[in-house]
């Protein structure tokens, strides 16, 4: 079975900082997706940033943006100019291309944002 | 649009006992899954529904089971509660089954077993 790994249980940012959040993953597959969430105090669960394997260019959405390192296997999370909103529980997850393969998720890291 | 709703938020149980939570989908989404969340071991998969259909299975006992309506809406069942269930468990939802869908998630039920 597919892992993920989150080695770093808690992390913190001063605000306006930037932050990389790491993520590996083991697999034999070659086509997949990988996925980053945040689950704030609020507790529900919302998609920050999501990877395909066979696209090279790392995706980016607004002060999120991925480093894809297909061979190393490693999806990390950069989070720049960080907000007090960012301070939340963030997942690294792994889902197979092949038709309904479940998700298999990393342990979180915590993030926290100091003022 | 109404995101995923999962009922009851809190729940209280003792051992022995059994439980049952439900969760209603995004509309339009066929795809339900159900994930067990404790503190230190992440989210735990525990089965995927899609058309009816358990379409994916974690590896949990058989205390652990599920199903999935016509109208997508899912319940999930806990046998026999042992004080290990507690936890927060967590419904999501997508529009189908694999590929690079994302899961919505709803906020969760809190369950404890005194």
């Known amino acids: 079975a597919q892992t993920v790994t989150q080695s770093q249980p808690e992390m913190s940012v001063q605000e306006a900082e930037t932050v990389t959040l790491s993520c590996t993953y083991d697999?034999?597959?070659?086509?997949?997706?990988l996925f980053w969430y945040k689950q704030p105090p609020s507790r529900q669960m919302i998609l920050v940033i999501r990877?395909?394997?066979?696209?090279?260019q790392n995706a980016t959405e607004n002060r999120f943006s991925v480093n894809f390192q297909k061979a190393a296997k490693s999806f990390s999370l950069k989070i720049s100019d960080s907000q007090l909103g960012d301070a939340a529980m963030y997942f690294c997850?792994?889902?197979?291309?092949?038709?309904?393969?479940?998700?298999?998720f990393g342990t979180g890291t915590s993030l926290t944002v100091i003022p | 649009k109404a995101g995923v709703t999962q009922t009851p938020r809190y729940l209280i149980k003792t051992r022995g006992q059994q439980v049952t939570l439900s969760c209603s989908p995004i509309?339009?989404?066929?795809?339900v899954s159900w994930y067990q969340q404790t503190p230190g071991q992440g989210l735990q998969f525990l089965f995927e529904?899609?058309?009816?259909?358990?379409?994916n299975k974690g590896n949990f006992p058989g205390r652990f089971s599920g199903r999935q309506f016509s109208n997508s809406r899912s319940e999930m069942n806990v046998s026999t509660l042992e004080l290990g269930d507690s936890a927060l468990y967590l419904c999501?939802?997508?529009?189908?089954?694999?590929?690079?869908?994302?899961?919505?998630f709803g906020d969760g039920t809190r369950l404890s077993i005194l």
């Open positions: 509309s339009g989404h066929r795809s």
């Open positions: 997850a792994y889902r197979s291309a092949n038709t309904g393969n479940q998700f298999y």
């Open positions: 999501a939802s997508s529009l189908v089954a694999g590929g690079n869908q994302p899961q919505h």
């Open positions: 990877q395909e394997a066979y696209k090279q």
């Open positions: 697999t034999s597959e070659s086509d997949y997706y």
């Open positions: 529904y899609f058309s009816e259909t358990q379409r």
